[in-house]
T-cell receptor, first 113, second 115 residues
Framework: AQSVTQPDIHITVSEGASLELRCNYS??????LFWYVQSPGQGLQLLLK??????LVQGIKGFEAEFKRSQSSFNLRKPSVHWSDAAEYFC???????????FGAGTQVVVTP | EAGVAQSPRYKIIEKRQSVAFWCNPI?????LYWYQQILGQGPKLLIQ????????DSQLPKDRFSAERLKGVDSTLKIQPAKLEDSAVYLC?????????????FGEGSRLTVL
């Protein structure tokens, strides 16, 4: 069965510091992977996606993610966080050809001054 | 380009009452999804439409939840009767194509509180 695990429920990071959010997936075929961000009271916004090719994917807002098949991971990174990056981040895997997404439980990011 | 529109944004009801949520997807998007997001959890798919046909409703509690997408555009999700555990944000999303590379666009959600 497909699954997505985000091991960190909550992360606190200082403004200007680097950020890495972990995501592990379980999926039989080649995975299509996504990272979404959700600000309070808002819907989900796509940060980046991986379908194939280069395993280092660039996204919006200065985020990037690296697909590692050997580790079944798709970790999200940002070199220097801004206060506006405080939000909840969700990793997701596409589970069928109709586009259905299975989400992880999310990681809440708090940015301190 | 207008995004996915949902209403109402907030709804408070008592258990055993009914509620309906409305979604207007991005124009031309054939695929529409309803997700349920309980506090502290990731979104979970309830139902998926392709045009006005149901593709997947395996996770929809059919004894109390129903959804329709008449004419393949707007969609309505109904809960009757509501239970306390239905308190959640209901997210609507739409996607343009049927291939594997189409992006899902989400609305801002409808937050339901059941007392």
């Amino acid at each position: 069965a497909q699954s997505v695990t985000q091991p960190d429920i909550h992360i606190t990071v200082s403004e200007g510091a680097s950020l890495e959010l972990r995501c592990n997936y379980s999926y039989g075929a080649t995975p299509y992977l996504f990272w979404y961000v959700q600000s309070p009271g808002q819907g989900l916004q796509l940060l980046l996606k991986y379908f194939s090719g280069d395993t280092l994917v660039q996204g919006i807002k200065g985020f990037e993610a690296e697909f590692k098949r050997s580790q079944s991971s798709f970790n999200l990174r940002k070199p220097s966080v801004h206060w506006s990056d405080a939000a909840e981040y969700f990793c997701a895997v596409r589970t069928d050809s109709w586009g259905k997404l299975q989400f992880g439980a999310g990681t809440q990011v708090v940015v301190t001054p | 380009e207008a995004g996915v529109a949902q209403s109402p944004r907030y709804k408070i009801i008592e258990k055993r009452q009914s509620v309906a949520f409305w979604c207007n997807p991005i124009s031309g998007h054939a695929t529409l999804y309803w997700y349920q997001q309980i506090l502290g959890q990731g979104p979970k798919l309830l139902i998926q439409f392709q045009n006005n046909g149901v593709v997947d409703d395996s996770q929809l509690p059919k004894d109390r939840f129903s959804a329709e997408r008449l004419k393949g555009v707007d969609s309505t999700l109904k809960i009757q009767p509501a239970k306390l555990e239905d308190s959640a944000v209901y997210l609507c999303a739409s996607r343009e194509g049927t291939g594997n590379t189409g992006e899902l666009f989400f609305g801002e959600g409808s937050r339901l509180t059941v007392l």
